[in-house]
């Protein structure tokens, strides 16, 4: 037992003089070489000097807010190859998000055949030609009711 011990002393003691060793032998080697930061560049105090030709020209105009109305946008969203007509696959391809809320049957689980389902149904009402498209003014049907906002209670 004795000599384990022993052996167990003279290993640590060799690993402490190695670490001694080592970092004695790092703090002498060669300083590095200090990097020195370029100075900065000369403050321009000088105005800019703007464009001898665009004396007395008007200003440009900023820049102004679409045209087009509340519906129309999403008319134009809905409407992916601006043709004027939501088709059937136009308006089922963008319906993903309303996914979740099409559970019938409140299982929190809702199977692909439901959401099309759905989603058909609400197609075939806003259709009142039934020719398989939607018009602006059909698709102006199928419209979100937005509730009013909650006044400020200042």
């Known amino acids: 037992m004795g000599r384990i011990m022993a052996g167990a002393g003279a290993t640590l003691l060799l690993v402490a003089a190695s670490l001694f060793w080592w970092q004695g032998r790092a703090a002498n080697g060669p300083a590095p070489e200090a990097v020195i930061a370029p100075p900065p560049p000369p403050a321009n105090d000088a105005l800019p000097e703007g464009d001898p030709d665009a004396v007395g020209k008007p200003l440009p105009r900023p820049g102004e807010a679409s045209p087009q109305s509340r519906e129309q946008k999403r008319f ?6 601006r043709d004027g007509v939501i088709t059937r696959i136009e308006m089922m391809g963008s319906r993903v998000k309303a996914f979740k809320k099409l559970d019938k049957d409140g299982d929190n689980l809702l199977s692909f055949e439901e959401w099309a389902v759905a989603t058909s149904d609400r197609f075939a009402q806003a259709d009142a030609n039934g ?3 939607l018009t602006p003014a059909e698709f102006a049907s199928t419209a979100p009711k937005r509730s009013p906002k909650p ?4």
């Not at 134009?76 to 190859?81: I, K, L, N």
């Not at 006044?151 to 200042?154: D, G, H, I, L, Y």
Request: charged share 60%; glycine share 8%; aromatic share 8%.
């Open 76 to 81: 134009a969203r809905y409407d992916r190859d």
């Open 131 to 133: 020719d398989g498209k």
């Open 151 to 154: 006044r400020c209670k200042c």
